[in-house]
């Protein structure tokens, strides 16, 4: 974080510097005070945000499993971040099928863990979401996650994904990883078949299907599925980063991309 605060302060001097050159081009005075000003409260703005964002970090117990050569949360991450959700208020009975996002349920951020879109997740400036943000991004970035640990990679991913079923590739869907990582208990049925959505847990990992949300508040798939965040930008658009996710559905670990204003689960793990 000292890194990134450093790096803002040095943009701002920088632009700075390249405005008073540029005044002093097309008329041969210095640059005024205004636009060093405007430069200077436009970067302040940036790296308070970040500051802010980071100025928290979350501590204390939390449990944990060996995977591997790896060391994960076996539990999602329930930090109270700046806006960060969880799944709340049933809306079913009033026709609507699917939940709302609410700032604080003490039921489901205890069972599920808190919701996060990429950017607060990653402990960014919030216009990360819509668009590149590579050069902030560390190699083992910590974000939200407690010192020592860090938002896992897409690279990170793959390694779990292979240690689990050796015949999964990477950077693909992983077909037998997610009944092994899957809790065994707390998946719903499927609907037409009434088949079981539970795993067997054979490492600890305990993937609760904690659901996902969306930018416009609702809450859907709670009991259903779970997708957890990368550090990994994505592909396909700017604003688009790796994740994986599980369903009830069968016992695959999916490997897609997803626009980063929606609101997933977040797994850390150790440096």
Request: glycine fraction near 8%; hydrophobic fraction near 30%; charged fraction near 25%.
């Amino acid at each position: 974080m000292k890194k990134q605060l450093t790096l803002a302060l040095v943009l701002a001097t920088t632009l700075t510097f390249t405005a008073c050159e540029e005044k002093k081009k097309q008329d041969g005075t210095t640059a005024t005070e205004p636009a060093a000003a405007e430069t200077q409260e436009a970067t302040q703005e940036v790296v308070a945000e970040v500051a802010e964002k980071s100025a928290e970090k979350p501590s204390g117990d939390f449990k944990t499993v060996k995977i591997g050569e790896q060391v994960w949360m076996a539990e999602n991450l329930n930090y109270a971040a700046k806006g960060s959700k969880c799944g709340g208020t049933n809306l079913m009975e009033s026709e609507e099928s699917f939940y709302l996002l609410e700032d604080e349920n003490t039921e489901n951020c205890d069972k599920y863990g808190r919701l996060y879109n990429w950017a607060t997740a990653m402990a960014l400036p919030s216009d990360c979401n819509d668009k590149s943000c590579a050069s902030q991004i560390s190699e083992k970035h910590r974000g939200i996650c407690p010192s020592g640990w860090h938002i896992p990679s897409n690279a990170d991913w793959n390694v779990l994904m292979k240690f689990v079923d050796p015949s999964c590739s990477d950077n693909s869907d992983c077909a037998g990883a997610g009944t092994k990582l899957k809790t065994t208990s707390g998946w719903e049925k499927t609907f037409f078949e009434g088949k079981s959505g539970n795993g067997t847990d054979d490492y600890g990992f305990a993937a609760l299907p904690g659901g996902e949300g969306y930018s416009g508040g609702d809450f859907r798939s709670v009991g259903n599925s779970a997708t957890w965040w990368s550090a990994s930008e994505g592909s396909s658009a700017v604003f688009y980063t790796y994740i994986r996710s599980m369903s009830n559905l069968d016992g695959k670990v999916r490997w897609s991309e997803s626009p980063r204003i929606h609101f997933f689960s977040v797994r850390c793990i150790q440096n």
